[in-house]
């Protein structure tokens, strides 16, 4: 494994300068010694302005064009998992965070060196604690602390995507539905009333519920509502008198936060409704013109994003934004993850095209 003191060479290809990242492990809370790396490498660059906050670097040009496209990427992995180093089969380069999402970060680093006069201003943000709990976010800090630094008229987030273009994203919201009864002695029930028995309406409710699709841009997102959790109950001898209904409504990105409250209020319109978590869907924004560029320039290819992901948060600060990266999304996390070499090279290029 190469020394993490060793710099990062931009003008190594694609494969190559991702070889070198999977090299520099950065399991999340430990990114230090790459966003250092990350950060010199890119101050090397006098077409390039750098700030730092933290573990997130971010790199701008200012050449005063009339829009500005944002390239993001997450430093950190997953655990790793006896997969380093880096190994090259074929095609194929082999590595914990060789899809997710050092790939995409390697694309990032060679554009920034190597885009000197692009057509839009760019920007470029490397952050830390993508993979752990949300408050750690690197991006979510950024968008605190200097929300300035992340102002954009379109935003490629460089999460693997198998190089097609990920749109938007669908919302989640998290509530409980609580029903109660009163409590009694099973050999005596009727002097209780079964609170598990409540929530058959609740569930018929569900059954029954019709679930929309809902084409934005073009990109078709299938809404959905169901129970995830159950809880009831107190001994095998007691009419319970209380029952909570846990459900997830996954809705598309059209609705706002307070549309997706009602229509879960509405459904269960008699019930005690308690909202536990919510997280705004994100617009694809395939509108926009630097995103139709976009788009012709990556095959025109897009689908819609169901997961909940970061581009929620450039949404949140009024930056329409897609998912479109090299890696592979179904060999994230896994022991045998790995990357193509020539999509790592394709998705630069394309990206080079657009941008250049
Ligand atoms: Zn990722």
Known sequence: MSSPHTPLDLTLDGGALTARLVDFPS????????????ESA???HSHLTVDRFGNNVVARTNLGRAERVLLAGHLDTVPIADNLPSRIEGDLLYGCGTSDMKSGVAVQLRLAATLTEPGHDLTFVFYDCEE?????????HLAKAHPDWLKADFAVLME???GMVE????GTLRAQIRLTGTRAHSARSWLGDNAIHHA????GRLAAYEPQRVVIDGLEYREGLNAVRIDGGVAGNVIPDECVVTVNFRYAPNRS????????REVFDGFEVTVTDHAPGALPGLSQPAAQAFLAATGGQARAKFGWTDVARFSALGVPAVNYGPGDPNLAHKRDEHCSLSAIAEC?????????
């Open 27 to 38: 399991v999340s809370g430990d990114e230090q010694a790459l966003a250092d790396a990350v």
């Open 42 to 44: 890119l101050r090397a």
């Open 132 to 140: 752990i709990e949300a408050s750690r976010n690197g991006l979510g």
């Open 160 to 162: 693997p995507s198998g």
């Open 167 to 170: 749109g938007g994203c669908q």
């Open 200 to 203: 058959a309406e609740v569930l």
């Open 257 to 264: 936060t307070e549309d997706a409250e009602a229509h879960v």
């Open 348 to 356: 630069e290029e394309r990206l080079r095209a657009w941008l250049g």
